[in-house]
């Protein structure tokens, strides 16, 4: 290609530090890592990023990282690579230049992904599969990277930097959380700037919430099985770009539009936290796109097969996993992450298939050097770290297993508080467990309950409403026969499978819904809210809508004007108000019945319907459904508190005795009666009985003689 008289004849050799390209006011210098290319070259489109205007060499390769600079060049430059190397599939190589790479450390995405044979490194249906070489120019069908400025003024911002044990999180999807917004200009529906509506804010402030945790807003890519469907890849478990956001979710394409969102939110004292995507990328396996990293160094990038290299480790369910063994690629994922924190100012990230960032050659490790390395970072390890403690590779189920710092998604949690409120049979022992902050699982390393992250549904499965309307997943949509999501959610219907106008079993199901919601706001650990399960969202029994990007999955803001809808939504606000109005409710440590915050009364206690401490006996009793929990803390005015909450998984209410002491007691929350007013008991004696209701909840607060509540 000739040179350009707009543009210098050659690049100067620049700087191999920073990777990615980062503009300075002169000039742009260019850097990216391979260390199996034998040369890089840098190639710049028009302003359209239609026609390539400019191809240079990069001329310096130091520590395995091709850089060079380029003087006059400007933010706003549209650029991708052709990365020259061999062409070896059985050796791991799969270098090809008629391919042009989007830069991983790209700010900005340009153009859209077109579904062309021409993006792979091989002859599609060719005999030879991926053994085979495709000499077709990708660059017309895949999206450019653009150098970026991210300048932004912050003022006074700062992260609320909210104690983990007084953590309410809200997940919820960027998308799906405005699409049904009537009261929002239709270009902002589905972006970050409805993110930080006032009207969204003050919605979250009214429950309680402290931060939001969104669904990957990675730059991610479409699946080409389910645009041949006419689906869409809606969740966004598909990154290709670790530094960008995803281009859909920015209403007029300026990322500031995020930071913009952040800063409304810091201001109300709400945190940002981000489910990230960092074990596999949407090229999925060998027989995927080359798209970026495959293209760049496919051996280096990625983990493949000791015994085959032509072929991708598949921990992760997806086609592909990260090799963060390799310096560079953890140096990636590290980069990522701080660049998301300083330059978006977000407060956390909730890692997906944790399990596999943590996986060495000999197995899950502790000490990984993903681990090691975000913990002692000087700006992360400031920051909320959540783990999701699974994946499909040997040893993939490692929860409670990670180390200090970390906060795990607790999928036993919400099986466990499901079947106890399903009214399985012999689940009070474990039920009592996840009460506790899932001591068995977290109380060792000097963790704290706040690991725990406790939830009854989540993007993953049933919503609340419906793990009490539907017994079989309906997945049909998806159009997999119905045989994609969890097979066993430990849901029930109650009589009808879905929608029904019979007034009983609407009333169980919505008394199941507040006895869920009190539990998960009754525990110890941290409460996890989905979005819109405080009205009651529907997604009609499909427990698998990550291809759904419609009404399925969107959230209804039109259930809030329902009588039901508005109900729910009080009776949240209500018990997230109680968890923060009593310390005893959110303690940062775990309680074992040692302390002894006064007389006679240990720090947590279980009891039976009587008042009696739970016996062995009585713990081993398989049809008993109801249980007492007391927990006591003292307050700052030196009187103490005890607050007991009063569980009935039956189908029939069932009269409790107030466990000693029986000190004054009033009645501050009953999932029966959603709007009741907190009331006095007439007295509290051997004689005080509380009446529970089938399939309900008590939550009582008896005050110390003499002393406040």
């Known amino acids: 290609m000739a040179t350009s008289s707009f543009w210098p004849e050659r690049l100067l050799p620049g700087s191999p530090y920073p990777l990615g390209a980062t503009w ?8 990216v890592f391979s260390a199996h290319a034998t040369a890089m070259q840098l190639c710049l489109f028009d302003p359209s ?21 380029l003087p006059n060049g400007r933010a706003g430059l549209i650029y991708g690579y052709r990365a020259h190397g061999p062409y070896e599939p059985q ?19 340009h153009g859209e992904w077109r579904n062309a044979d021409a993006l792979y490194g091989y002859r599609v249906n060719s005999p030879r599969a991926d053994l085979s070489f495709d000499r077709r120019d990708s660059a017309p069908g895949v999206m450019k990277a653009v150098v970026t400025d991210e300048s932004f003024t912050w003022g006074d911002d700062r992260p609320p930097a909210t104690p983990w044990s007084e953590t309410v999180i809200y997940e919820t999807h960027v998308r799906g959380l405005s699409m049904l917004q009537q009261d929002l200009r239709p270009n902002e529906r589905g972006t970050f700037a409805a993110l930080g509506e006032p009207s969204f804010i003050e919605h979250l402030k009214r429950l309680g919430i402290t931060a939001v945790e969104l669904l990957p807003i990675h730059a991610f890519l479409q699946d080409r099985s389910l645009l041949q469907q006419g689906l869409r890849n809606y969740w966004g478990y598909n990154t290709i770009g670790f530094f960008a956001p995803e281009p859909r979710y920015l209403s007029n394409g300026n990322a500031d539009e995020l930071r913009i969102a952040v800063r409304r939110l ?4 709400i945190e940002l936290i981000l489910d990230v995507v960092y074990n596999h990328t949407a090229e999925g396996s060998e027989l995927g796109p080359t798209l970026s990293l495959r293209g760049l160094d496919n051996a280096s990038y990625y983990r493949l097969a000791p015994d085959n290299l032509r072929h991708c480790i598949n921990d ?3 086609g592909n996993t990260l090799n963060l063994s390799t310096p560079r690629v953890l140096q990636m994922v590290m980069d990522s992450l701080r660049h998301w924190v300083s330059c978006f100012h ?12 943590g996986r060495e050659s000999h197995g899950f490790d502790q000490g990984a050097g993903f681990f090691d390395a975000i913990r002692q970072d000087p700006i992360l390890q400031k920051v909320k770290l959540i783990s999701e403690p699974w994946d499909v590779g040997p040893g993939g189920y490692q929860l409670g297993n990670h180390p200090p710092g970390f906060a795990e998604w607790n999928d036993r949690y919400r099986d466990g508080v499901r079947r106890y409120w399903r009214g399985d049979a012999g689940q009070r022992a474990d039920f009592a467990a996840r009460l506790a902050g899932s001591a068995d699982l977290f109380d060792r390393h000097w963790r704290r309950p706040w690991a725990s992250v406790n939830f009854v549904a989540a993007h993953d499965g049933f919503t609340l409403a419906d793990t009490v309307s ?3 997943r309906h997945n049909e949509a998806n159009g997999e026969d119905n045989k994609d999501g969890h097979g066993d959610n430990y849901s029930a219907n109650w009589g009808v499978e879905g929608p029904t106008d019979d007034p009983a079993i609407r009333d169980t199901r919505h008394r199941l819904q507040r006895s869920l919601l009190a539990t998960l706001f009754l525990s110890q650990g941290t409460p996890m809210l989905l979005a819109g399960d405080e009205f009651g969202r529907t997604q009609a029994g499909n427990n698998n809508a990550y291809c759904q990007d419609n009404e399925i999955s969107w959230t209804d803001w039109s259930l809030l004007d329902k009588d039901e809808g508005r109900e729910l939504a009080a009776f949240t606000a209500r018990v997230t108000a109680l968890r923060r109005r009593y310390a005893v409710l959110r303690s940062p440590y775990f309680l074992h019945g040692l302390e002894a915050p006064a007389e006679g009364v240990s720090d947590i206690a279980w009891f039976d319907a009587s008042g009696n401490l739970v016996s062995q006996e009585s713990w081993n009793d398989a049809e008993e459904r109801r249980l007492v929990l007391r927990r006591a803390g003292r307050n700052d005015d030196g009187s103490v508190s005890l607050l007991t909450a009063f569980f009935n998984a039956g189908a029939e209410d069932q009269p409790f005795r107030l466990p000693p002491p029986r000190w004054p007691t009033r009645i501050v929350l009953d999932s029966a009666d959603p709007a009741g007013a907190e009331r006095e008991l007439e007295r509290a004696d051997d004689t005080t009985e509380i009446l529970v209701a089938a399939r309900s909840v008590v939550l009582t607060v008896s005050s110390q003689p003499g002393g406040g509540a």
């Open 24 to 31: 300075d006011g002169l000039g742009i210098n260019f850097a």
């Open 49 to 69: 990023g239609r026609r390539e205007i400019q191809r240079y060499e990069l001329p310096e390769c130091t520590d395995e990282v091709w850089h060079g600079y």
């Open 91 to 109: 050796a791991g190589h799969r270098f090809n230049a008629h391919k042009l790479l989007l830069d991983p450390y790209a700010r900005r995405l």
């Open 266 to 269: 810091h201001a109300a004292g």
């Open 316 to 318: 992760t369910g997806t």
């Open 346 to 357: 977000v407060d956390g990230f909730r890692f997906d298939l944790g399990v596999t960032l």
């Open 470 to 472: 539907y017994v079989e």
